[in-house]
């Protein structure tokens, strides 16, 4: 049975207020509580983590609001938030800026109510375009929304065969291909061989590269629940690879690259398998793909692994614009754009690159 001060204690704690207080950068006391939080709140995604305050301040210098809301020495709900301010783009309140989910993650309606109620104050205050929440479940059906991405995710079965003639048949077909041609993957210490095919990647597709101090730091940060993947042919060359996240059972391939010849020898598809593998090894239940455009190549790939699209929940609140943005690629007038970087030395597209996609977010 409880004791009366342990009953007195927990009416106490039920009658304490709530109180949104903000996560400073280097607060590892605090931030440990959050991340404890985050691991047991169902809401809560990798994105949710405290470590990504840290990366994001460190790696694109953007202003950080990590709100959380506490009742009696308890958080019961947390908003990661950064602000995105640029001549080009606007001026924006995201949660969270390079993250494929976001928003509110609370135990309890009240708690989440709080916090975006706070972050609505703060983007007034911030004097932004607009605040972006990148929800998995709808919250605001009176707020704008994106519709433009959805999101892959599929159970992994625990036996390693099950999980192979779950892939439809002519892209199983690759996934031997790629055995065929006497493919392996590798654990890599570092980023050094991912960078360069990613950057080579984004580059042949029109885009800016991430900086290659963001991926050092996610390693780092993420120490444990963030790796590299390889795939080398027979001679060790690299041919692919893929840097993911892990969290609560899940594994989430989230940048990606491969050269020219990956697709001739199926690296590809060799690639995702073989994490797919790994994981069903390390006992991982759910393997998400991450986000994807609509009608976009990257779209079509993921379905013809067996995986069904969900929908994706980006919402806004406006302030000083009158639509939602439309910052991607699939953007017509950013086709000049795309056009010009292809073309671009690809030394010169890498050094410039981080200038320009810090501000897209």
């Excluded at 994001?56 to 019961?76: K, N």
């Excluded at 995105?84 to 609370?106: C, D, H, I, R, T």
């Excluded at 983007?123 to 998995?136: I, K, M, P, S």
Aim: charged content about 25%; aromatic content about 12%; glycine content about 6%.
């Amino acid at each position: 049975m409880r004791s009366t001060a342990e009953e007195v204690a927990g009416v106490a704690a039920v009658r304490a207020p709530l109180v949104v207080k903000r996560l400073s950068v280097g607060d590892r006391a605090v931030a440990e509580r959050w991340d404890a939080f985050v691991r047991a709140c169902p809401a809560a995604t990798f994105f949710h983590r405290a470590g990504w305050q840290r990366v994001i301040d460190q790696v694109f210098r953007h202003r950080t609001h990590f709100l959380y809301a506490e009742r009696a020495g308890v958080i019961e709900a947390v908003l990661p938030l950064a602000q995105v301010k640029s001549v080009l783009f606007g001026n924006s309140l995201v949660s969270l800026p390079f993250a494929v989910y976001g928003g509110v993650a609370a135990s309890n309606p009240e708690a989440a109510d709080l916090l975006e109620v706070e972050a609505q104050q703060t983007a007034r205050r911030l004097a932004v375009d607009h605040l972006e929440l990148r929800n998995l479940e709808q919250r605001h059906p009176e707020w704008p929304r994106q519709d433009l991405y959805v999101r892959f995710r599929k159970e992994i079965a625990p036996e390693l065969e099950a999980n192979l003639l779950a892939i439809p048949r002519k892209q199983r077909a690759m996934v031997r291909k790629g055995i065929k041609n006497g493919l392996r993957s590798e654990l890599d210490a570092d980023i050094r061989r991912f960078f360069c095919l990613y950057a080579d990647n984004v580059h042949r597709h029109g885009t800016p590269a991430l900086p290659r101090r963001y991926f050092e730091e996610l390693l780092r940060v993420f120490a444990g629940d963030c790796d590299v993947l390889t795939v080398v042919d027979p001679a060790g060359r690299p041919l692919s690879s893929v840097l993911s996240f892990y969290f609560r059972g899940e594994v989430l391939p989230y940048y990606a690259g491969d050269e020219w010849s990956a697709r001739e020898l199926a690296a590809n598809d060799f690639k995702y398998w073989e994490l797919m593998r790994r994981s069903c090894e390390r006992g991982l239940q759910v393997f998400d793909y991450g986000r994807s455009k609509q009608g976009t190549g990257s779209y079509s790939f993921k379905k013809n692994w067996g995986f069904e699209p969900e929908p994706l929940f980006y919402e806004y609140c406006l302030y000083r614009r009158n639509s939602v943005p439309q910052n991607n690629p699939a953007n017509a007038k950013y086709r000049l754009l795309i056009n010009t970087w292809q073309k671009m030395p690809i030394a010169m597209a890498n050094w410039l690159g981080p200038f320009i996609v810090r501000n897209l977010g």
